[in-house]
């Protein structure tokens, strides 16, 4: 048993990528699942997805950076389902125009900054600020944070995205921390880079990027949104009940002995 049957999630983010790989397989274990995306018509559809697939799933718009969202989701999924059990908080601003202008510190674009910090540092912090009472009330909850191998490692590029989700780690623990024994657990998953909607453009800018990865990871074959969306799924079920304030890296071993390629992101490259 899966341990997620009739459990209610939240997976912001839920629309596209790893998101989507995590509200599938919360689905199939029989969670119902509100499915949170700043792309409404994409929750939309995915909802509908999950529902023909004999799930139950409502989708909503929400712009995780802006609290009034977080609030109208926290309750659409508490008049959905009567509560929320897990939060899976999935989102993050990987657009190719965004990482074309994530720079090293010298060149740093402050807008990308701040927009950076808000979508994938403030908003998770919004969206535990409004669950986590919930989750205390009904006697406890779980919270997946999605960050990336890339808050510890040293890069040249995507300054602010590796600072950002360096960020999300000590939330996670810090989150862990505070609620931990009112029976909130907070634990993140630190993917690599895996090919996604969102990560296709450094397949087409920089040909060969992919191949070089799935060199250096120790699996046989390139790691997919869905092993990620595995271990999701079982750090929101109680079977990881001991698992508390852990970042686990799940990028295929890639980090295990060497550092992950970076793409190659410089002039004339484009």
Known sequence: MSGLQAKRAIVVGGASGIGRAIADKLADDGAHVVVADLDGDRATAAAAELERAGGRAVAVRCDMANEPDVVALVEATIAAFGGVDVLVNSAGLTSWAVMQRDLPVAAADVDVWSRTMAVNLLGPMLCC???VPHMIEAGGGSIVNVSSVRSLEGSAIMNAYAASKAGLNILTRCIATAFGKQGVRCNALLPGTLLTPA??????????FFERLADVQLIPELARPEDVAEVAA??????????????????????????????????GRG
């Not at 109680?238 to 980090?255: H, I, M, N, P, Y």
């Open 129 to 131: 600020k409004h669950v």
């Open 199 to 208: 990560t296709q453009p450094l397949a087409d800018h920089d040909e060969g």
């Open 234 to 267: 079982f750090l929101a079920s109680a079977r990881s009940v001991a698992l508390q304030g852990q970042l686990l890296v799940v990028d295929g071993g890639a980090s295990a002995h060497q550092r992950m390629p970076a793409p190659r992101l410089g002039p």
